[in-house]
């Protein structure tokens, strides 16, 4: 392990605890952002069935459904990027001043 983060601070030119603050922000983002979405859309959607007005219930549902489009575009936007950067970072074997290695030190 030790070894890693002596990697990872090489690669990094010494930004390895910014680049570890930043995965572990946009982890939480990835994360939070979606169940909060959804949480309110299903409590909008709960107070609209107890109000009993047709209207409302499909409004909130509607509500609700937008809620779980952004959730998942919030989830995914992270991982496309991802996969995107690793794509453009491809160099040439043995590449080890990339930000890819950077960002798995991040990880660990």
Not at 5 to 21: D, S
Not at 48 to 75: C, G, H, M, P, T
């Given at each position: 392990m030790a070894d890693l983060v002596?990697?990872?601070e090489e690669v990094c030119n010494g930004l390895l605890p910014?680049?570890?603050v930043i995965y572990r922000?946009?982890?939480v983002f990835m994360i939070v952002i979606p169940?909060?979405?959804i949480g309110y859309g299903t409590i909008d959607l709960g107070k609209a069935v107890i109000a009993s007005d047709e209207k409302e219930?499909?409004?909130?549902?509607?509500?609700l459904i937008?809620?779980?489009i952004y959730a998942?575009?919030?989830?995914f936007v992270p991982v496309i990027v991802g996969v995107i950067m690793n794509v453009v970072s491809a160099g040439a074997e043995g590449d080890t001043s990339s930000w890819r290695g950077c960002w798995e030190a991040a990880k660990k």
């Amino acid at each position: 392990m030790a070894d890693l983060v002596l990697i990872g601070e090489e690669v990094c030119n010494g930004l390895l605890p910014i680049v570890k603050v930043i995965y572990r922000v946009i982890w939480v983002f990835m994360i939070v952002i979606p169940i909060v979405l959804i949480g309110y859309g299903t409590i909008d959607l709960g107070k609209a069935v107890i109000a009993s007005d047709e209207k409302e219930v499909k409004a909130a549902q509607n509500r609700l459904i937008k809620r779980f489009i952004y959730a998942a575009l919030v989830f995914f936007v992270p991982v496309i990027v991802g996969v995107i950067m690793n794509v453009v970072s491809a160099g040439a074997e043995g590449d080890t001043s990339s930000w890819r290695g950077c960002w798995e030190a991040a990880k660990k």
